[in-house]
């Protein structure tokens, strides 16, 4: 069993709609969570890391972790076509990255 | 430019051939770890060192695989006896861990493997 499952999509947003990306994990030992964007032929990039229960914003972007159902999720309000990549979360305590949600979103 | 630096960035290499590549890491992480990339998936974890000591290794890893981070500052990766599937994209990352917590990882550029 893998300890990180992503929803693969693809999931495909209109311009100026909101991406819900969602990530379910095993390893209840993983305090925090990181979720990454991938652009193609491009190495992984930090965009939130989330370490409480609960919601947190950054901008266009809120991460949201239940600890309880073991999810972590990120939504990206707003979608602009830049925000076109694949999408990978992981937890502290092994790293272990899901496979990503692959994102476009369409002018 | 204080970010995970990666060389090569590109590798060709025929089968049977032994490679290997380096990772100098963000200067004051203590963690520093391997993963494997091929198209379509998400890395694959390889192994990660915590300063010089090499704390896990992945069980899908084969023999073939080693990695070092003598000093506990870059690391090296080799693959001896290179096989076609071991074509991919190599990436590092480092973290800091203190406090007895674990940081968010920074990734380098990779390296791409391509075994002809």
Request: net charge positive; glycine share 10%.
């Given at each position: 069993q893998k300890e990180v499952e992503q929803n693969s999509g693809p999931l495909s947003v209109p311009e100026g709609a909101i991406a819900s990306l969602n990530c379910t994990y095993s390893d209840r030992g993983s305090q925090s969570f990181f979720w990454y964007r991938q652009y193609s032929g491009k190495s992984p990039e930090l965009i939130m890391f989330i370490y409480s229960n609960g919601d947190k914003e950054d901008g266009r972007f809120t991460a949201q972790l239940n600890k309880a159902s073991q999810y972590v999720s990120l939504l990206i309000r707003d979608s602009q076509p830049s925000d076109s990549a694949t999408y990978l979360c992981a937890g502290?305590?092994?790293m272990r990255f899901g496979a990503g949600t692959r994102l476009t979103v369409k002018p | 430019d204080t970010g995970v630096s990666q060389n090569p960035r590109h590798k060709?290499?025929?089968?049977?051939?032994n490679v290997t590549f380096r990772c100098d890491p963000i200067s004051e992480h203590n963690r520093l770890y391997w993963?494997?990339?091929t198209l379509g998936q998400g890395p694959e974890f390889l192994t990660y060192f915590q300063n010089e000591a090499q704390l896990e290794k992945s069980r899908l890893l084969s023999d073939r695989f080693s990695a070092e981070r003598p000093k506990g500052s870059f690391s090296t990766l080799e693959i001896q006896r290179?096989?076609?599937g071991d074509s991919a994209m190599y990436l590092c990352a480092s973290s800091l861990k203190g406090q007895g917590r674990v940081y968010?990882?920074?990734?380098?550029?990779?390296?791409?493997?391509?075994?002809?």
């Open positions: 502290n305590n092994d | 060709i290499t025929k089968r049977g051939q993963y494997r990339q290179t096989e076609q968010e990882q920074y990734f380098g550029p990779g390296t791409r493997l391509t075994v002809t």
